[in-house]
């Protein structure tokens, strides 16, 4: 790899680990949870979404994830891009715990996407799911991980709007307020 990769893929570490860092700042979630994150190699490259699958790029980017998620005890699911129907790569003891349902397939550079396909490579025991129900989200690339989030997602607001050539768009989830007016609700849980 040449030295002015290098240090292209040196920088998208380091913004990649203060977008982890202000979300989560904000965000207070909790060993056990589940991140779901998007992200388009393309637009971290400045290309159109789909169009220059970079394997670097998003081995780069899922591994700096990876590696802060997994010290905290969260849970990274990598989302697919559409050819595989926007399905979700994570570690098999998540879908356990969640109840959610492995499906069959393994994703690859242009089906799957390169983020994906890194997660796949380095998870201990990943598998593919279809649906989750993340509490919170990080969308580098208009990738459109709001599917994966749970019922009430809250935007997140970051000071670092970019990864690369990529927009970066987090959210949070929180509880569903019931009961009208006269319901008194947890502050903690907000």
């Known amino acids: ?25 904000q965000a207070h979630m909790k060993a056990g949870q589940v991140l779901v994150v ?11 979404i789909g169009s220059h699958s970079s394997e670097e790029i998003g081995r780069a980017v899922c591994e700096t994830l990876w590696e802060e998620l997994k010290a905290r005890g969260i849970y990274l699911a990598a989302q697919c891009c559409e050819h595989l129907n926007r399905a979700l790569i994570l570690e098999e003891e998540a879908a356990l715990r969640y109840g959610w349902e492995p499906v069959n ?8 996407g ?26 580098i ?38 009961g009208g007016e006269r319901a008194v609700y947890d502050a903690g849980r907000l």
Not at 38 to 48: L, Q, T, V, W, Y
Not at 146 to 163: F, S
Not at 167 to 178: D, L, S
Request: charged share 25%.
């Open 105 to 112: 397939v393994v994703p690859q550079l242009k089906a799957g």
């Open 141 to 178: 690339g208009d990738t459109l991980i709001g599917m994966h989030l749970r019922d009430v997602a809250v935007p997140v607001r970051i000071k670092t709007k970019e990864i690369g050539g990529a927009r970066v768009v987090c959210a949070r989830t929180r509880p569903k307020f019931i």
């Open 38 to 48: 998007g992200c388009s190699s393309s637009e971290i490259d400045s290309f159109k």
């Open 114 to 139: 390169s983020f994906a396909t890194a997660a796949y490579a380095l998870f201990d025991r990943p598998v593919a799911v279809e649906h989750i129900k993340a509490h919170g989200g990080i969308d």
């Open 1 to 25: 790899m040449d030295a002015m990769k290098e240090m292209e893929l040196t920088e998208i570490c380091g913004s990649t680990r203060e977008v982890l860092a202000e979300f989560l700042e």
